[in-house]
């Protein structure tokens, strides 16, 4: 939003020979522009990356209270795989539950595919 960032995506790469296929993707949207979308482009794009990198599969962590994220990531094909109790620990001290999602990138292309005749 002119000289200001307003979010970001990444796909990283696990080095491990064994688990070389699956990658994690972060999604960082700032408080003033979610709910336009932004996220869903950005994970688009990072999907879309991560096919140009031979990713298999791709994972998603987020905290229990962002409803948000949830939604978007299930609404994309996500599927829960695990809830990891504390995990996560705010600067006021506060911990939180962590979701891990994941999805295939094989069925993202039809996700893909989906939203692009909407």
């Known amino acids: 939003d002119g000289d200001r960032v307003v979010g970001f995506s990444s796909v990283t790469r696990n080095p491990t020979s064994w688990a070389r296929h699956i990658a994690e993707l972060s999604v960082i949207v700032g408080p003033d522009a979610r709910h336009h979308g932004f996220g869903l482009r950005l994970t688009e794009e990072a999907f879309r990356a991560a096919e140009d990198l031979a990713v298999m599969r791709m994972m998603a962590r987020m905290t229990l209270d962002q409803a948000g994220a949830i939604d978007l990531f299930r609404g994309l094909g996500f599927v829960?795989?695990?809830i990891l109790p504390d995990q996560v620990i705010d600067q006021d001290g506060k911990r939180y539950d962590l979701l891990m999602?994941?999805?295939?990138?094989?069925?993202?292309?039809?996700t893909l595919k989906h939203l692009d005749a909407e």
């Open 101 to 110: 999602m994941h999805q295939d990138i094989e069925h993202f292309a039809e």
């Open 80 to 82: 829960p795989m695990a």
